[in-house]
């Protein structure tokens, strides 16, 4: 009985981190300035990029994708099966911890449960569970991103491929994980997918009347280089011309 409730306890500990605003700490911290004021008024990695710039936005993501990882590293280290093992079945409840830690990032009870859209911190939470799936939907992510540049369209379908993944997973066997484990994976993961389209529902309708927020890269400012230049040389040539009407 009490290794339930040292399990609960720290599902109840992966909320309270999850439910940590990263994104809204970073931005009063470094610029004095609160994100949600600003462009989506999410809290989460994307809308810090957006408002902060990319280097506190990659602040903000790794931490919150630490969010969704943070419990399951931490059962691993202290190495007590009984804290992420059903002894009488072999289930593997990791990822129970990291979905709880995306649960407190979506709702967050420090800031009137309106917290992000759950894409990092579920990346954190299989990357501790299956950290190359992690990097292959990461590089799926830039991929589509790089092309599109719309980063809700990156998220949602980086959220597709992991999905996909964990489906053909139950069919196979694994080195780590029983087949009610990836089972209970599968059910989890499928949860947070629907939960990442549906906070995404948003972007999607503004996709759909082309009014989505695009991250085009910045215009090298030429114009401005050529402005300047050029009203150098109209200086230069202003006083050349003085100095032959008035050599004196």
């Known amino acids: 009985m009490m290794t339930y409730v040292w399990i609960f306890l720290l599902m109840v500990l992966s909320y309270f981190l999850g439910s940590i605003p990263s994104g809204l700490i970073i931005g009063k911290v470094f610029k004095g300035i609160d994100i ?19 280097r506190y936005g990659v602040f903000a993501f790794i931490f919150d994708s630490f969010k969704g990882a943070a419990v399951i590293l931490l059962v691993f280290i202290i190495g ?3 804290l992420y093992l059903i002894s009488d079945y072999q289930i593997n409840i990791a990822s129970i ?16 449960f309106k917290g992000g859209k759950a894409v990092a ?14 990097v292959g939907v990461i590089v ?13 369209l990156s998220s949602t379908t980086a959220a597709s491929a992991a999905l996909l993944y964990f489906v053909v997973r139950v069919f196979f066997e694994h080195p780590l994980f029983n087949l ?3 089972i209970m994976d599968l059910v989890i993961v499928t949860l947070l ?4 389209f549906v906070r995404h529902k948003a972007n999607y309708r503004r996709l759909r009347e082309g009014t989505e927020y695009r991250f085009d890269p910045k215009p090298k400012p030429r114009k401005n280089k050529v402005w300047q230049v050029s009203n150098f040389f109209l200086l230069c040539i202003f006083f050349y011309h003085a100095k032959l009407n008035h050599p004196g």
Do not use: C
């Open 140 to 152: 799926l992510f830039f991929i589509i991103f790089a092309i599109t540049r719309y980063v809700s």
């Open 80 to 82: 007590n099966p009984d």
């Open 97 to 112: 911890y990291g979905a709880a830690g995306v649960l407190g990032h979506v709702f967050p009870i420090y800031i009137n």
């Open 121 to 134: 911190t579920s990346a954190g939470m299989i990357f501790a569970i299956e950290p190359w799936v992690a």
């Open 193 to 196: 997918a629907i939960l990442i």
């Open 180 to 182: 009610a484990t990836r």
């Open 36 to 54: 949600r004021q600003f462009g989506s008024k999410n809290t989460g990695a994307t809308n810090a990029v957006r408002v902060l710039g990319f």
